[in-house]
């Protein structure tokens, strides 16, 4: 028999219903890349497009565990967001400002020829 879930939540100690609660937060909170990705309707292949890469470098970037804050930044971006980064204390969460203002990858300069 199913059971309504209010009246399993009363069941709960206060303890446990926390617990819940900040296992289910933590879950809607964490993401992949690639959910990410598709959460905002974009393929691989549009991401591409956006970064001016081709579909395989977003499909490594998607599943590597480290990357520059500059790559994930620019990956964000690409889908319409912006990325902040923050450290989490039981007392509470900090903004890393460092970060705001990573420089942008330098583009080729034309070589000026000497007088």
């Known amino acids: 028999m199913a ?14 219903e ?21 959460a905002r309707n974009l393929t691989q292949e549009n991401l591409a497009n956006i970064l001016g890469v081709n579909q395989g470098s977003v499909s490594k970037m998607e599943k590597r565990a480290d990357m520059y804050i500059s790559t994930l930044r620019g990956f964000v971006q690409a889908m319409g967001g912006e990325l902040r980064i923050k450290a989490v204390f039981p007392e509470g969460e900090v903004e ?4 705001n203002e990573v420089a942008e990858p330098l583009k080729p300069r034309k070589k000026v020829a000497a007088a």
């Open 3 to 16: 059971h309504k879930w209010k009246d399993v939540r009363r069941q709960l100690s206060a303890q446990k």
């Open 18 to 38: 926390e617990e819940t609660r900040r296992a289910v937060k933590e879950i809607v909170e964490a993401t992949t890349l690639n959910h990410l990705r598709e």
């Open 96 to 99: 890393i400002e460092q970060f």
